[in-house]
């Protein structure tokens, strides 16, 4: 029996996420340039549309009304708590066969 484990990231897939920063208490006074930097990182994925479909996961409302205004329409904003920007260690693991 083979068991499932992550693909590769370069693998084929669905769209990428992206995590929004989201707690001022971390990012104190860099909060607004680190979300103008992030939706910038999104919009460059996403490519006008040539490129990848983004998933911007932010903390809570108030970062995720910030990540809609700043990325505009190139990310779909999904409000699901979590640490810090780095979803590969707070975010879901995805298992393939």
Not at 57 to 67: I, R
Not at 71 to 91: H, M, N, Q
Request: proline letters at 9%.
């Amino acid at each position: 029996m083979t068991r499932p484990l992550p693909p590769a990231e370069w693998a084929p897939h669905a769209a990428v996420w992206i995590g929004f920063p989201s707690h001022p208490e971390l990012w104190e006074a860099d909060l607004e340039p680190a979300q103008e930097e992030v939706a910038a990182f999104a919009r460059a994925v996403h490519a006008g549309g040539r490129g990848e479909r983004v998933l911007l996961v932010a903390a809570n409302d108030a970062a995720a009304a910030a990540a809609e205004r700043l990325a505009g329409d190139v990310a779909s904003v999904v409000v699901e708590p979590f640490g810090d920007i780095w979803l590969r260690d707070t975010g879901p693991i995805v298992l393939s066969d």
